[in-house]
C-alpha cells in the first residue's frame, strides 16, 4: 500500500513539475507572440498611416500610437572597427518629404471619412495626387 501512494506522489509531483514548465512557457510565448504583434501594428501605422485592428474576437489587445516615443536605436558603432565608425553617418531626413507624407496621410484620413459619408472625393482624389507627384519629385531630387 505504501508503494503505491509514493508512486502516486512522484506522479503527482512530477506533473506539478512539468504543469509549472507548461505555464511559464505558455506564458513566455504569450508575451513574445504580443510584443511582435505590437511591433507589427506600429510598424503598420509608421508605413501606412493606419491602425491595425485585431480580429473582432480579440477585445482587448490595443496598441495606441504615442507621437512624441520613438523606439531606442541599437548602437552599431560599438561592433564596428574605429575606422568605420566616422563613414557613412545617415542623412537626416529631408523634411520637405516628411511634411508632403504627412499631407498624403491626412488626405488619405479625409478620403476615408468622405466616402463613409457618401459624399464625392473627386477634389480630395486630385489633391492626393497633387501630394503624391510632389512627393515623388521631392524623392527624386535627392
Known amino acids: 500500500m505504501d508503494s503505491v501512494i509514493s508512486e502516486y506522489q512522484k506522479w503527482k509531483q512530477q506533473g506539478q513539475s512539468l504543469r509549472v514548465q507548461a505555464k511559464q512557457a505558455m506564458e513566455q510565448r504569450f508575451r513574445d507572440l504580443l510584443l511582435e504583434s505590437a511591433r507589427i501594428a506600429q ?10 485592428k ?3 474576437t480579440i477585445t482587448a489587445f490595443r496598441y495606441k500610437a504615442v507621437p512624441g516615443i520613438k523606439p531606442k536605436a541599437v548602437a552599431k ?3 564596428l572597427p574605429k575606422h568605420q565608425t566616422t563613414q557613412a553617418k ?6 520637405k518629404i516628411a511634411g508632403l507624407t504627412k499631407q498624403r ?3 488619405h484620413k479625409k478620403i476615408e471619412a468622405a466616402k463613409a459619408a457618401g459624399k464625392a472625393t473627386k477634389n480630395l482624389d486630385d489633391r ?3 501630394i503624391e507627384d510632389e512627393l515623388r519629385l521631392a524623392s527624386e531630387s535627392e
Open 77 to 79: 558603432t560599438a561592433a
Open 43 to 52: 510598424e503598420y501605422h509608421r508605413d501606412f498611416g493606419a491602425t491595425l
Open 128 to 130: 492626393l495626387y497633387e
Open 54 to 56: 485585431p480580429p473582432p
Open 105 to 107: 496621410a491626412a488626405m
Open 90 to 95: 545617415p542623412k537626416a531626413p529631408n523634411p
